[in-house]
């Protein structure tokens, strides 16, 4: 997979050398280029942003910059990228997004700062790109940076070969609508706090069921939003019962 990062500050882009990313891109797997947007100024101080027209707060940034860079990025594609352009007043991203971003061959992501990218831009970009504005969640961040690290991780992880077990991806949150049950390692008792009996058990078959159970009173528990979803997705399972 191609991977193309624009962004002011390509150094917030550095961990993605580290761990299993880092590794995939080693191995070939990942394609990953950040890209400097100041590159693709012309004036002496490098300038990516302005005053906003209409008066306001804060600065807005230049389109001239993102046109280059986009041009720059579009032009080494053989395919019609997707550019997704992280910011607050995007769609939720969510474990289906970065399901449905994994299959795709080439990714852009458009770090914005200050009090956003001048609007024009995602109508030149719409020309080249499938543009999708998203969101981690309902909080503001400084810029997309951070944003961009996040769910290049969750896109990452899903594409073949980038994890080594991939047995590891099946049970997880949000993969069934249901969140994780609790795991545990050695020693069986620790502090005086004891591993749950079945889990010593070697009985498969009742081990699969309390996990199953504790997923379910979990979610429950702590995010019963997603109830109704994962009932829809296995429907059939009448363990749940809203
Ligand atoms: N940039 C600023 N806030 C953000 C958020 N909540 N999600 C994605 N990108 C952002």
Known sequence: MQLDVISIFPDYLAPLDLSLIGKARRDGLIDLRVHDLRDFTHDRHRTVDDTPYGGGAGMVMKPQPWSEALDHVAAQS????????????????????????????????????????????????????DVRILSLGDYVLNGGDVAVLAMVEAIARLIPGVI???????????????????????????????????????????????????????????????????????????????
């Open 78 to 129: 053989d395919s019609r990228p997707v550019l997704i352009v992280p910011g607050p007043g995007g769609q939720r991203f969510d474990q289906a997004t970065a399901r449905d971003l994994a299959a795709q061959s080439h990714l852009v992501f458009a770090c914005g700062r200050y009090e956003g990218i001048d609007e024009r831009v995602y109508d030149y970009a719409a020309r080249d790109f």
């Open 164 to 242: 080594g077990n991939a047995d590891s991806l099946v049970e997880e949150s949000h993969e069934d609508g249901l969140l994780e049950y609790p795991v545990y390692t050695k020693p069986a008792d620790w502090h005086g706090r004891r591993v749950p009996e079945v889990l010593l058990s070697g009985d498969h078959a009742k081990i699969a069921a309390w996990r199953h159970a504790q997923r379910l009173t979990r979610t429950a528990a702590r995010r019963p939003d997603l109830l109704p979803a994962a009932a829809a997705m296995s429907a059939g399972d009448l363990e749940i019962r809203l």
